[in-house]
């Protein structure tokens, strides 16, 4: 972020220097314009055979020179135009790094298999978008040839979504009916929120929809208890139909966001029902590598300047502890605070009778001998290994 700072601030500059040039070189043009078709009406009206008096060629002469310095002075500016433009070329240049190599894992995207596999993630992440001209060319082009089963979830999606957003509630509340069941078994909002705004549009025609509302109003009975809250505020509504709701206090109903909050409910509820993670994987997999680079390369260079570049050889893990932020978390981690390593299955974490976890590999190098007795490293509570009981995360 600091990078783009940076040349937006010299591009800042070079904008303002080309729009002074720019307002500089219009005004002396404009002049020199009008001064020219100055001289040509002056000598279009005098007589044919009228012969140029030395004055006018004096002055002639000096508009000549006149036009020779403004020539010259646009084009310096010109010059110097250029110059900036070309100045701000190498501070992007700085600015942005393009060589990766440094920590790009050799091989990662080589081969038939991998490929193909980076194609698919690309192609899937178009078909989330709803870019799915472009998801299909990518297709064609790149020999995929993903069945149509593997689009059509996407493909529906995207066409709810897109009716949602144009405010039709149809398509979803098909969908939601259809899915019920697994919907309420997630204790998704879903149906109830859609049949929400289907009653708040209601409301906003006014009372002559007031049959229409009551009605309606029947279709929420079910979901009265779940959502009782939502439901008090509705019905509260009903009292100012006839005047407007708008009017009233209760006119945050209709509030845009409502629909914003359905499409993300819908894209969620969607997405786990598929099976699928509601974010891009291949947006998380840029996002976190736009956050994780800048601190990558510039360990990697300090590492080369103390000729210690050998250090991080393994491939499969990264010399410093990147922290994406609280939105990139998906799972719980444990590190050993004996080994100060990650757990993993082969070195799951351990409870300790006393409550202090430690991973398995630092409880085994802990027990003395084949007693199976050790002490827990934080107090001195004794125990042996079958005291301990393995923690899943
Ligand atoms: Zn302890």
Redesign the pocket.
């Known amino acids: 972020m600091d990078a783009c700072y940076a040349v937006d601030k010299e591009l800042e500059k070079l904008c303002d220097k080309y729009k002074s040039a720019n307002e500089r070189i219009s005004q002396s043009l404009d002049d020199f314009i009008a001064s020219v078709q100055g001289y040509a009406n002056e000598i279009n009206q005098k007589p044919h055979d009228e012969t140029v008096s030395g004055e006018v060629k004096a002055t002639i002469k000096d508009f000549i020179d006149r036009a020779k310095a403004t020539n010259i002075s646009v084009g310096n500016a010109h010059k110097d135009l250029h110059g900036s433009v070309s100045k701000l070329g190498k501070t992007v240049d700085r600015n942005f790094t393009t060589d990766f190599s440094a920590v790009i894992t050799e091989g990662a995207f080589d081969g038939e298999w991998k490929q193909r596999l980076l194609n698919e993630v690309i192609c899937e992440h178009f078909l989330r978008q709803g870019m799915l001209d472009i998801a299909e060319s990518l297709n064609e082009d790149a020999h995929l040839q993903l069945p149509h089963v593997r689009k059509e979830p996407f493909l529906e999606l995207h066409r709810i979504l897109e009716s949602l957003r144009q405010h039709i509630l149809d398509p979803a509340l098909q969908w939601a009916e259809q899915n019920r069941e697994e919907l309420n078994r997630r204790k998704s909002p879903l149906e109830f929120k859609l049949h929400r705004l289907r009653f708040i549009e209601l409301i906003k025609c006014g009372a002559i929809k007031q049959r229409e509302v009551l009605e309606y109003a029947r279709k929420l009975a079910p979901f009265a208890d779940e959502h009782t809250k939502d439901m008090q505020l509705l019905m509260g509504s009903l009292l100012y139909l006839h005047e407007g709701v708008q009017n009233s206090t209760y006119s945050f109903l209709f509030e845009e966001s409502s629909w914003v909050e359905i499409c993300d409910i819908f894209t969620r509820d969607a997405c786990g029902l598929l099976g699928l993670s509601v974010e891009s994987p291949l947006s998380v997999g840029i996002n976190a590598g736009c956050k994780a680079l800048p601190p990558l390369l510039s360990i990697r260079q300090v590492m080369q300047s103390r000729q210690v570049a050998g250090v991080w050889s393994s491939k499969e893990e990264l010399p410093v502890e990147i922290d994406l932020g609280q939105e990139y978390r998906y799972h719980s981690i444990f590190a050993c605070p004996i080994l100060r390593q990650q757990s993993s299955e082969q070195n799951p974490p351990m409870r ?1 009778m ?3 976890v430690i991973s398995k590999d630092a409880l085994h190098k802990l027990v003395v001998g084949n007693s199976n007795r050790f002490k ?1 490293p ?2 001195p ?1 004794e125990m042996t290994t079958i005291d301990t009981r393995q923690i899943y995360f």
Request: hydrophobic share 25%; proline share 0%.
């Open positions: 300790l006393c409550g202090h827990c934080y107090c509570v």
